[in-house]
């Protein structure tokens, strides 16, 4: 199964782009007119927001993909910063009230801690040294390299 060759933090992205996608299809802020989402109240904390949603999807797919280290290694490294950001982002959207907002729905907090997991994933791979998903080949000399080595 294809989810058995994410580590921990990848799993952890993986649940905060899922958390950030649902969040960002649900209801924000209740106003007096009634709930409004987040792209009725599009800003940059939103564009923040889906930047951090395609590195922790660029992670695990980089992850997914991998027959090499680096692009694994590379999308982790700009996970983190990405997440940061992010991160602050979802504070900025928890903390403001736009349109005379009266009260916050599940969106904000369901993005906030899609944030926290998408920068805690970034940095859990980061931290993560396992080696390659391959076992290197056991490549048998041959009766030429014997004769070559002798």
């Known amino acids: 199964m294809l989810l058995r060759r994410l580590r921990s933090g990848e799993l952890l992205a993986l649940i905060g782009a899922i958390s950030l996608i649902v969040a960002l299809a649900g209801p924000w802020y209740q106003t007096p007119s009634g709930n409004v989402d987040a792209w009725s109240t599009f800003g ?5 927001l889906l930047i951090d949603l395609l590195a922790a999807v660029a992670l695990v797919l980089s992850a997914l993909a991998e027959r090499s280290p680096g692009p694994p290694v590379f999308a982790a490294v700009w996970t983190v ?10 504070v900025v959207r928890v903390l403001e009230r736009p349109d005379h907002a009266s009260a916050l729905c599940y969106g904000p907090w369901l993005a ?15 931290r ?3 080696g390659p998903l391959y076992e290197p080949a056991n490549v048998q000399p041959t009766e030429l390299e014997d004769l070559d080595a002798g």
């Open 44 to 48: 940059p904390a939103v564009v923040l």
């Open 81 to 90: 910063p990405i997440g940061l950001v992010g991160l602050v982002a979802a």
């Open 128 to 130: 993560d040294e396992h």
């Open 112 to 126: 906030l801690a899609g944030a926290f997991a998408v920068l805690a994933g970034g940095w859990q791979t980061l």
